[in-house]
């Protein structure tokens, strides 16, 4: 029926599924010059994740046959929706599969920063016993400020309310209800969030309104007595996109003691250079943007793009479409 190109990956079921619908697919990576030169302009369909970036000059070299891009997974950001649409190209997107891998991450990573987990596996490696200096803090009793109050975020926020936070948000497209009806205080203002909350974790997009949205003095601003009285320190976990958080602002606050620890999946550019100083920041501790990467996930986010992408192949109602498109 059509012709898909997946360029970064797909799971093999997934794949096979297309197959039996009778489009031919093929799966290989394109290098931006491959890109730039047409090399999708014999594709119906692009099935990509965030390591191929489809910007305006892409685009405009894949005219021809081309009538959907698929993102295996929620975020478009590499992915220029608004000219595609002008295009006639329907964007879709997976945004319920990789869920519940992305809410454990978040989970563990704010564990993590609370108990120094990094921190003492890399200190009883290097044969120190550092027992005394590793004293950490509980979640119970704090506040967790989520930036974003989508599905995810909502989940993250179930999970630690079982563990005995309070939950706050900042989400200006969100209903107040939504908020009230889950027992989370919703905030009107991100810096308000911020004055609140000893714990920040990030559930947003990034856009223009978002870049850099966590930066020095909104780090600044956070208490570091939690609501239960105890000293906890600041701290702040972004499993969400690169580029929400200022790198270099929390560097400095690192450095100078004003933040305590701050755990990123995700980074403003892609693969980390080996000299980042985060890496070389004893509060620090990251992962190489794996917040999808579970079999579970990744078996859901593969069926679910690739019925998003026959769908509209197929020229059939598609819930998942992100832009509009011109016919």
């Given at each position: 029926?059509?012709?898909?190109?997946?360029?970064?990956?797909?799971?093999?079921?997934?794949?096979?599924?297309?197959?039996?619908?009778?489009?031919?697919?093929?799966?290989?990576?394109?290098?931006?010059?491959?890109?730039?030169?047409?090399?999708?302009?014999?594709?119906?369909?692009?099935?990509?994740?965030?390591?191929?970036?489809?910007?305006?000059?892409?685009?405009?070299?894949s005219r021809g046959?081309?009538?959907?891009?698929?993102?295996?997974?929620?975020?478009?950001?590499?992915?220029?929706?608004?000219?595609?649409?002008?295009?006639?190209?329907?964007?879709?997107?997976?945004?319920?599969?990789?869920?519940?891998?992305?809410?454990?991450?978040?989970?563990?990573?704010?564990?993590?920063?609370v108990r120094y987990?990094?921190?003492?596996?890399?200190?009883?490696?290097?044969?120190?016993?550092?027992?005394?200096?590793?004293?950490?803090?509980?979640?119970?009793?704090?506040?967790?400020?989520?930036?974003?109050?989508?599905?995810?975020?909502?989940?993250?926020?179930?999970?630690?309310?079982?563990?005995?936070?309070?939950?706050?948000?900042?989400?200006?497209?969100?209903?107040?209800?939504?908020?009230?009806?889950?027992?989370?205080?919703?905030?009107?203002?991100?810096?308000?969030?911020?004055?609140?909350?000893?714990?920040?974790?990030?559930?947003?997009?990034?856009?223009?309104?978002?870049?850099?949205?966590?930066?020095?003095?909104?780090?600044?601003?956070?208490?570091?007595?939690?609501?239960?009285?105890?000293?906890?320190?600041?701290?702040?976990?972004?499993?969400?996109?690169?580029?929400?958080?200022?790198?270099?602002?929390?560097?400095?606050?690192?450095?100078?003691?004003?933040?305590?620890?701050?755990?990123?999946?995700?980074?403003?550019?892609?693969?980390?250079?080996?000299?980042?100083?985060?890496?070389?920041?004893?509060?620090?501790?990251?992962?190489?943007?794996?917040?999808?990467?579970?079999?579970?996930?990744?078996?859901?986010?593969?069926?679910?793009?690739?019925?998003?992408?026959?769908?509209?192949?197929?020229?059939?109602?598609?819930d998942f479409v992100?832009?509009?498109?011109?016919?």
């Amino acid at each position: 029926m059509a012709k898909i190109a997946v360029t970064d990956g797909m799971d093999d079921t997934a794949v096979s599924w297309l197959e039996q619908q009778g489009h031919e697919v093929a799966v290989a990576s394109l290098s931006v010059d491959e890109l730039m030169s047409g090399a999708l302009q014999e594709f119906d369909a692009i099935i990509v994740r965030s390591a191929t970036k489809l910007p305006v000059e892409v685009l405009e070299a894949s005219r021809g046959r081309l009538m959907v891009i698929g993102r295996a997974g929620v975020g478009v950001d590499n992915i220029n929706i608004a000219h595609a649409g002008s295009m006639g190209i329907a964007v879709v997107n997976a945004p319920r599969a990789s869920t519940q891998s992305v809410v454990e991450l978040t989970i563990a990573h704010l564990l993590s920063c609370v108990r120094y987990v990094a921190r003492a596996d890399r200190t009883l490696r290097q044969g120190q016993w550092a027992k005394k200096a590793l004293k950490g803090t509980e979640l119970s009793g704090k506040r967790l400020g989520l930036i974003g109050y989508g599905r995810i975020a909502q989940s993250v926020a179930s999970v630690a309310r079982s563990l005995g936070m309070d939950i706050h948000a900042y989400d200006p497209y969100l209903p107040p209800k939504v908020a009230k009806s889950q027992g989370t205080v919703l905030h009107t203002s991100v810096d308000d969030l911020f004055r609140q909350c000893t714990h920040v974790s990030i559930h947003c997009n990034l856009t223009d309104e978002t870049r850099h949205l966590v930066n020095a003095e909104r780090i600044s601003s956070m208490p570091h007595i939690g609501a239960d009285g105890n000293p906890c320190g600041r701290h702040i976990v972004n499993c969400a996109r690169g580029g929400i958080v200022d790198e270099d602002a929390v560097s400095q606050s690192l450095a100078s003691g004003v933040l305590t620890s701050v755990a990123l999946d995700v980074f403003e550019n892609e693969p980390v250079h080996p000299d980042h100083p985060l890496l070389q920041m004893e509060g620090f501790h990251g992962t190489p943007h794996i917040g999808a990467a579970t079999v579970e996930a990744q078996a859901r986010v593969g069926m679910d793009i690739a019925a998003n992408v026959h769908a509209v192949l197929a020229g059939e109602a598609c819930d998942f479409v992100v832009n509009d498109p011109v016919a």
